[in-house]
């Protein structure tokens, strides 16, 4: 069985001599207790909060404490989880990854139970610790004149730029970026901003049937916080597919090549320009032409004739 050795000395010194051996089955029960905690974290903050600051409130200000609840909630315990699991916390974005090959359909499937019953944990302690908690998991239904249509594609479209979001961030960016929980957090909160007036923002299926588990009631229009978020989860890995097919990342470095060009050459100089994926180049796939200058960070380089 393949294993990895760990450094004995790890953790500022401490002996860790009796765990240093890391199996299969590490590698993904792991990830999933990761996912499983951090999605109930996530909820007890998100729907706890939003509750408290909410409560006694106008409609306006009520809105802007709920997002500010559920994109605070998500931005921190993303930042303690993103090395563990991912920190997905979403049964949407979990599918994304799912389409884009970030993630096998066996840990998709595993991590898609452990989100569903952290998030009831996380709904059903923050019911549950707390004196008045009648508002406290409120469940996502359509209101203030929302039709299903409309309903529909507001989760739609707000879940597919939360997923599309989390993919350019997270696996596209850099993985080590420790910054991506960042804009991920925010883009919850507009969500929310946008949405809590008019279907109390699911934008997760997990989170949708966690609160109506909890509060035992399941509304007729309840699929729409299903299928919407999927629909949406799905529409982004295509988008993030399609750009990538494109290579947007060798167009992008093309434009700041050809700009810096630009900016050095003489008064009426042709300048041409000249990227190559240097990843590509490393390993003998391809090569630059041409009189380079650089190449530059990010495999740019470009030449005058």
């Given amino acids: 069985m393949p294993f990895i050795r760990r450094n004995s000395t790890g953790l500022s010194g401490l002996n860790l001599s009796n765990r240093k051996v890391i199996t299969d089955l590490q590698r993904w029960y792991i990830p999933a207790i990761g996912e499983f905690v951090g999605t109930a974290m996530f909820l007890y903050l998100a729907v706890g909060g939003a509750d408290a600051v909410s409560r006694g409130t106008t409609e306006g200000t009520g809105v802007l404490g709920v997002a500010f609840a559920f994109g605070m909630g998500l931005m921190v ?36 139970i452990c989100q569903l019953l952290g998030a009831c944990l996380g709904v059903a302690m923050a019911r549950g610790t707390t004196p008045d908690s009648a508002k406290i998991g409120v469940i996502n239904y359509l209101h203030n004149g929302e039709s299903i249509a409309r309903g529909f594609f507001l989760e739609f479209w707000l879940t597919c730029i939360l997923c599309f979001v989390y993919l350019m961030t997270t696996e596209e960016r850099a993985k080590s970026n420790f910054m991506a929980p960042l804009p991920i957090g925010f883009t919850l909160f507009s969500c929310h901003l946008f949405a809590t007036r008019y279907t109390n923002a699911s934008i997760n299926p997990a989170r949708a049937f966690a609160t109506s588990l909890v509060a035992r009631e399941f509304t007729p229009d309840h699929w729409i916080f299903w299928v919407g978020p999927f629909g949406g989860g ?10 990538c097919y494109f290579d947007f990342d060798i167009v992008t470095a093309a434009n700041r090549a050809q700009h810096r060009a630009e900016v050095a050459a003489a008064p009426g100089e042709i300048v041409k320009v000249d990227v190559y994926d240097i990843n590509k180049t490393s390993r003998g796939i391809g090569s630059s032409t041409g009189n380079q200058v650089g190449p530059a960070p990010g495999g740019e380089a470009y030449r005058r004739a």
């Fill in 77 to 112: 315990t993303a930042w303690a989880f993103g090395r563990i699991s991912g920190a997905m916390f979403n049964p949407a974005i979990t599918l994304s990854c799912l389409i884009t090959g970030n993630l096998s359909l066996l840990k998709a499937g595993m991590y898609l």
């Fill in 234 to 243: 799905i529409t982004a890995a295509a988008l993030y597919i399609f750009f």
